[in-house]
């Protein structure tokens, strides 16, 4: 594969994601501000920073779970494991963009042949 036509499957591929990312943007954009809100009544209910609130959502959200902060209210373990749940359904529109981003840029660019 000659390196000028690496660059052109590369421009398809950035071009087509920014098409389907703005086609689920709101879906994207609500998924984050749920993430952002969640870890804020988590942080709220167990006395944590309002920043440690976020990064725990985001920590817990996108599945990294480090560990060093663990709600311990039944009710905030509850809001975790839906913060789970959204960052699994957040991790799959990612992956599916990327999916169709690249199969766009093969069949734009005929680099299937």
């Keep these: 594969m000659k390196f000028a036509h690496a660059s052109h499957i590369r421009r398809e591929f950035y071009k087509a994601v920014g098409y389907y990312l703005r086609i689920v943007w709101p879906i994207f954009s609500t998924m984050l501000i749920v993430i952002v809100t969640v870890g804020l009544i988590i942080s709220y209910l167990e006395g944590w920073d309002p920043v440690d609130g976020i990064y725990f959502g985001f920590v817990t ?45 093969v069949r734009v660019t005929g680099s299937d042949k």
């Design 61 to 105: 959200g996108l599945t990294i779970g480090y560990g060093e902060l663990v709600p311990k209210l039944p009710l905030s373990r509850v809001l975790a494991i839906l913060l789970g749940f959204n960052g699994v359904l957040l991790t799959a529109i990612c992956a599916a963009i990327s999916v169709r981003a690249i199969e766009t840029a």
